[in-house]
């Protein structure tokens, strides 16, 4: 019984996360269909993230009895894969698209590719390890797949958008890896100062979340992509405003 209320605790954080981004995202409305296929995106990328794992990495070589050096190479190594299955895919769909055009998006897109990334993995881990893993991983690593992800994509967004430069991208992914991979060590040593480090940086993530969406938010008022300030959008319904009406002429709502 504990299991089934573990499941169903990490699918209702996870929807809850995903619906306070959309609910409060105050620019043009997405897309229903893209949001489902960046969600798509990100468990299709746990499971080809598994098999490159499994054909490449030794589970011995992240086993708690390996020596250190050992277990950080490997987890190092699965960070950068897991988190180039999770970015890449979403970014070459994404970035093209008109749709992507606020900075908030860059935030929202991802770190539901993240959640459909981690979302899948914390299940499996509950049913395969038990239901104490499950509760631990619901209360300390439920956001940290949509943080971490969510943190390249506001880059990639920023970049092109705001024409930052796009080596920033490429260096927020490698801290993005390298920051994976030190929660997999921590996690993996069965130490308690390393395990400390892990917590420290999912928690951290998860703050830095959302700072980086209340941030978005505060750049898309700016440049007049939000319904708050310019009124470019209706707040309601997400139809365009752009005789910058105080309500909208489409809902009627106060835009």
């Not at 390996?66 to 190479?73: E, H, M, N, S, V």
């Not at 930052?164 to 060590?185: I, K, N």
Request: charged residues 10%; proline residues 4%.
């Amino acid at each position: 019984m504990l299991l089934l209320f573990v499941i169903l605790g990490l699918i209702l954080i996870s929807v809850a996360l995903a619906t306070f981004f959309i609910v409060n995202d105050r620019g043009e409305r997405e897309p229903i269909g893209a949001l489902w296929i960046a969600f798509g995106l990100g468990s299709a990328g746990g499971l080809v993230a598994a098999i490159i794992e499994n054909m490449t990495i030794p589970t011995k070589s992240y086993s708690s009895t390996a020596p250190l050096l050992t277990i950080l190479i490997a987890s190092l190594a699965i960070g950068v894969i897991e988190e180039a299955c999770k970015f890449i895919p979403l970014s070459i769909f994404i970035y093209p698209k008109r749709y992507f055009n606020e900075h908030t998006d860059g935030i929202v897109y991802f770190a539901l590719a993240g959640l459909g990334f981690g979302l899948p993995e914390n299940i499996l881990y509950a049913v395969q390890f038990g239901a104490a893993t499950g509760l631990k991983r619901l209360l300390l690593t439920p956001f940290f797949h949509a943080a971490i992800t969510g943190m390249v994509g506001f880059m990639l967004i920023r970049s092109k958008l705001d024409h930052r430069p796009r080596a920033w991208v490429a260096l927020t992914l490698l801290l993005a890896m390298v920051l994976h991979g030190l929660y997999d060590f921590g996690l993996a040593s069965g130490q308690n100062v390393y395990s400390i480090m892990s917590i420290s940086i999912t928690l951290g993530m998860s703050l830095v979340l959302f700072w980086l969406y209340i941030t978005a938010t505060d750049l898309d008022q700016k440049a007049g992509l939000s319904s708050v300030g310019h009124n470019d959008y209706c707040r309601h319904c997400g139809q365009a405003n752009p005789e910058h009406h105080l309500y909208c002429i489409e809902c009627g709502q106060r835009a």
